[in-house]
């Protein structure tokens, strides 16, 4: 799921002997963890090393040099950068948390065995034409000390929960099904509700997981367009949502109906999965989106029958078996 993002990119900061590290600051809206995190990396020369990521607290408007907890990326060795968008993942079973509301720095750092010269060096894609990214800007750490860039930037960069950037459920759909687990006013899942904020994300993982499973035996290549992710979305939702009502089967705010509602979620998401392995509306109408109109080969269900247009060419093709019926053979 995309937490936030700034998609556009008109020049490049280099880190090299003189800016060692660059950062992005951001916030959220919500309480949620970091998965992966798409950064603009362009490469000159062959400078060696690794590039990592570390999440850091905010002091003053830069990084406070103070890594949060699980806050240091995996490491991406730079011979396999190519030029453009490159992720980065946090660990799996260990991402780190951020706070609603609270600014934090993303920094870009390089391992030891980077040696940066006038020649080879890596750079990152920034906009420095008037950016207008509301949630923080880019910075430096030059001569030890860390300042705003000049003139004011900002990475072309992306921030999800997962490491998958294709999510069909929505949260906020999942929010509106099932608020009355959170037993808070705002209805939002959070580090404290049952189930937790970083359980839900799992959840919605977990099931576009299945759904590319589904797709994919269903011969429908993924990732899928945003048109036909929306043609499944409110299923994939309550299929989340079943998830969650699954938590509190037997206790917490209303468990004398939590039955009910995952057995109505249940039915919701089984009309999915079972649309999908039978090729049935659905599936069609993703098959349509995708192949613009084309859906020959399909194995869905007909009822035979011909397009009118068609009619009279077929009636004249001699290969073809005319049909015994007529619609004027019973006029009386």
């Known amino acids: 799921m995309l937490i936030t993002s700034y998609s556009v990119y008109n020049t490049d900061v280099a880190i090299d002997t003189t800016n060692t590290r660059l950062a992005q600051m951001f916030t959220t809206t919500r309480d949620v963890q970091i998965g992966r995190v798409y950064v603009y990396i362009t490469v000159t020369g062959t400078p060696g090393g690794y590039v990592y990521l570390e999440l850091q607290d905010d002091s003053d408007d830069v990084p406070s040099g103070d890594v949060v907890d699980n806050g240091t990326s995996e490491p991406l060795l730079i011979s396999d950068i190519t030029d453009g968008l490159n992720y980065i993942d946090f660990d799996v079973d260990a991402r780190p948390m951020v706070v609603a509301n609270t600014p934090y720095h993303i920094v870009v750092r390089t391992s030891s065995g980077y040696t940066a010269d006038a020649t080879n060096y890596i750079s990152i894609g920034v906009d420095q034409t008037d950016p207008y990214y509301m949630r923080g800007a880019a910075s430096e750490y030059a001569s030890a000390t860390w300042g705003a860039i000049s003139p004011a930037s900002v990475f072309d960069f992306a921030i999800y929960t997962g490491t998958r950037t294709t999510m069909y459920p929505s949260l906020q759909q999942v929010e509106a ?13 959070t580090a404290d509700t049952i189930p937790t904020i970083a359980q839900v994300t799992d959840f919605i993982d977990d099931v576009s997981s299945m759904i590319d499973g589904l797709l994919n035996g269903a011969g429908i290549d993924t990732p899928i367009s945003a048109e036909s992710i929306s043609v499944i979305k409110t299923y994939a939702s309550q299929c989340t949502a079943l998830q969650c009502e699954m938590t509190q089967m037997s206790a917490g705010f209303r468990a004398d109906n939590s039955d009910t509602r995952a057995a109505a ?11 999908i392995m039978e090729s049935g509306n659905i599936t069609m109408s993703i098959k349509e989106i995708e192949t613009g109109g084309d859906v020959s080969g399909s194995s869905a269900v007909s009822a035979g029958g011909i397009y009118t247009e068609d009619r009279e060419e077929a009636a004249e093709d001699d290969s073809l078996i005319q049909p015994i019926f007529s619609t004027d053979m019973f006029k009386h």
Not at 178 to 189: F, N, P
Not at 265 to 275: A, G, S
Request: with cysteine; proline share 0%; charged share 30%.
């Open 177 to 189: 099904l099932t608020a009355s687990l959170t037993e808070s006013a705002s209805g939002k899942y």
């Open 265 to 275: 979620f249940k039915r919701m998401c089984d009309v999915l999965t079972k649309d």
